[in-house]
């Protein structure tokens, strides 16, 4: 990494914009000055932090834990979703999306891959992230945005506790995130399995049931969970769709010098640029006047 | 705070056994070095880091909450349960934990404070921290245990990220911890009542709602909220009653050095003595060898 902070953001508004607020919230005698234990930061995944084009990461991965299923199971291969994973018919899971019916998605999922021990889930998520590559030729976990990791590090170098707050689930990104973030498994806040406590032969395991931990963890769910999850409003949080509209909001609702940053994906030539799913923030971000990154115009590369 | 490490506990067996556990795991080349990233300690609350008795700080807390809302509304006073609260009958609420309805207790409590803003919430629990008396005339916020607090202070300086684990509501726990324990905020693992996010007229809140979100946070609640907040096994756990048997379980169960306290409460001079409610842990901690304390034995001083 750069010794110059921000190094793959282009001198600008944006980048000027994150570097004062940041100062002026840990210089002692400012009237900004937030003490150490308020500096919260949530920061969106999908399309904040990686790449969520052409889908997510997570669909990816449910997919592989789908086919794994119905090798094991070959009775399975005639059933859906497992026929669906099996055949890579993306139609099939592309529907909910369509019909707006992603929580619905998401239940068939869980219920398809029910029944693993926690430590069963984690080495196969790990032994996925190690090999699966996405469309565009990198590991999965190598499609995280250089900027974005630039400024998480320049948060925790000023002493804030920065959280991921991701509508996927959670122990899916706990998997990677020290790793490509330096953000501990503790700070990952995203939506959950209901894990059971289950006494077997060998001793005791953590299984995955068939239920979500309410809320799921998107919109009005974001702020319900960083509040379960850190007691405190964020007063830095940064996302790219309507998903993330209601954690600005809290920060805005805080009564703490806030920064709302919010990455707008207008680069087709080296990501995607699309406003599909963040219409209203977009609008809302315009006439609240918080900071959006315009990432063909503001970012100097935008993969490490 | 003394110099020496663990200053109020009196050299012994398990004042040795906690530093030895502390300096195996930290040192860098031993056969138990643990990375730091797996240092996780999970600590009850209520018996292990302040006085349970005679009873849990939140029946006092809750009683008062149901007095306010009575004096608020004069037509509470004939409804239960405010008109216990209101004519200090505490026999109403023991009958339920004589009879093993705790959970039903907590519903009906919750019930009866639902509705009111996680922002109201705090105000309220703030005031009652700075005057209310536990029976034996301190502040119940100054109920800590001195050797506890202490081996707190031992983990984190040797980078261990230590949580409370309590079947209380977290979030009165979370009003107090840093403070007294230097536990932040988010580090609190606890009961959780549900909340809902709504929009008002002055703008959005978390309103606290009569659901509880499961699993409530004992016996194998614990591991599963752990896994939920931390991501991962706790190595040290330090409890006192049959509520923590699966916590401590689950440390056993990570593969890794762990260590495994339970504060025996012998001391019926300086604080309380009593097996009551912790008869299958003791048992338990017997066979498997874990570090036990001896309250009147082993704490040179119990209160700050």
Not at 86 to 113: G, K
Not at 206 to 215: D, E, K, M, N
Request: with cysteine; hydrophobic share 45%.
């Amino acid at each position: 990494m750069d010794d110059k902070p921000l190094a793959s953001w282009r001198d600008g508004a944006v980048r000027n914009a994150l570097l004062d607020y940041v100062a002026r919230v840990t210089t002692p005698g400012s009237p900004d000055f937030l003490p150490p234990e308020q500096r919260i930061a949530t920061f969106d995944n999908d399309g904040t932090l990686w790449c969520e084009r052409p889908y997510y990461t997570q669909v990816y991965s449910a997919l592989n834990a789908l086919v794994l299923r119905a090798e094991a199971d070959p009775s399975l291969r005639t059933v859906q979703p497992y026929q669906a994973a099996v055949e890579n018919d993306l139609s099939f899971f592309l529907q909910f999306v369509a019909e707006d019916r992603v929580q619905e998605l998401v239940h068939l999922l869980v219920e398809a891959t029910a029944g693993e021990t926690q430590a069963e889930f984690e080495a196969r998520g790990e032994e996925w992230f190690a090999s699966a590559r996405h469309p565009l030729g990198r590991l999965f976990s190598e499609m995280t945005y250089a900027p974005m990791v630039e400024l998480v590090e320049l948060l925790q170098a000023a002493e804030f506790r920065v959280f991921i707050c991701t509508a996927a689930g959670m122990d899916l990104v706990r998997l990677v995130a020290q790793r490509i973030y330096r953000i501990p498994r503790e700070n990952v806040i995203g939506s959950n399995v209901m894990l059971a406590w289950e006494e077997r032969e060998g001793g005791p395991v953590l299984v995955r049931t068939a239920g979500i931990v309410p809320p799921f963890n998107e919109n009005g769910g974001k702020p319900v969970n960083i509040q379960l999850h850190v007691g405190r409003p964020p007063v830095f949080v940064a996302g790219n769709s309507d998903g993330d509209l209601e954690m600005m909001r809290f920060a805005a609702a805080s009564g703490l010098p806030f920064l709302n940053l919010l990455v707008h994906h207008t680069d087709d030539e080296r990501e995607y640029a699309y406003d599909a799913g963040a219409e209203r923030v977009l609008a809302l971000a315009a006439s609240e006047g918080w900071t959006v990154v315009d990432m063909a115009r503001d970012w100097e590369r935008v993969f490490a």
